[in-house]
T-cell receptor, first 113, second 113 residues
Framework: NAGVTQTPKFQVLKTGQSMTLQCAQDMNHEYMSWYRQDPGMGLRLIHYSVGAGITDQGEVPNGYNVSRSTTEDFPLRLLSAAPSQTSVYFC????????????FGPGTRLTVL | ELKVEQNPLFLSMQEGKNYTIYCNYSTTSDRLYWYRQDPGKSLESLFVLLSNGAVKQEGRLMASLDTKARLSTLHITAAVHDLSATYFCAVDGFEDSNYQLIWGAGTKLIIKP
């Protein structure tokens, strides 16, 4: 099993550009989530999904969209990039919310100029 | 508001010494998770604690959970340099009628030879 994969690993955007961060898992996990990690801020939840077709907002959803058309994939879309979105983004998955040991992808380091 | 507080946030210690990281939380959850993050890397699950009094050990690390005190500890015995990392605790909880994993800010541990 590949576990949780994320692409790209690094990305530089200009302010106003849009892009999609890809996340996929091959563990048949129902629960998937996106976090951003900023220095000294720990992890902050952006969006999460409890299954295909179901998504919800986390702590910091503004400026981001998600969709979950399949169990495996959970892409994160930046609609109009801003310098405040410069961060490291992690995708994670778990079997279900009642046992929420999360498995993390390798992360995407995003810089917005 | 659900809160998870770790202390200390930064710890520098000598090899061979013992120390404890504390994780206090405000919800009535009985499920707590510990993760490790190496610099520039992703997060790795260390321990899953699912009930009051749960204790788990792996190598020089031991984690315990007291749900009545809403406290978990991560104890390091005879520290070695390889344990240098940032350690996060996270707790299952409900916020605004949504199920979420609430994260502590992390404890950066530096172990000097």
């Amino acid at each position: 099993n590949a576990g949780v994969t994320q692409t790209p690993k690094f990305q530089v955007l200009k302010t106003g550009q849009s892009m999609t961060l890809q996340c996929a898992q091959d563990m048949n996990h129902e629960y998937m989530s996106w976090y951003r990690q900023d220095p000294g801020m720990g992890l902050r939840l952006i969006h999460y999904s409890v299954g295909a077709g179901i998504t919800d907002q986390g702590e910091v959803p503004n400026g981001y969209n998600v969709s979950r058309s399949t169990t495996e994939d959970f892409p994160l879309r930046l609609l109009s990039a801003a310098p405040s979105q410069t961060s490291v983004y992690f995708c994670a998955s778990s079997y279900d919310p009642s046992y929420n040991e999360q498995f993390f992808g390798p992360g995407t380091r995003l810089t917005v100029l | 508001e659900l809160k998870v507080e770790q202390n200390p946030l930064f710890l520098s210690m000598q090899e061979g010494k013992n120390y404890t990281i504390y994780c206090n939380y405000s919800t009535t959850s009985d499920r707590l998770y510990w993760y490790r993050q190496d610099p520039g890397k992703s997060l790795e699950s260390l321990f899953v604690l699912l009930s009051n009094g749960a204790v788990k050990q792996e190598g020089r690390l031991m984690a315990s959970l007291d749900t009545k005190a809403r406290l978990s500890t991560l104890h390091i015995t005879a520290a070695v340099h390889d344990l240098s990392a940032t350690y996060f605790c996270a707790v299952d909880g409900f916020e605004d009628s949504n199920y979420q994993l609430i994260w502590g800010a992390g404890t950066k541990l530096i172990i000097k030879p």
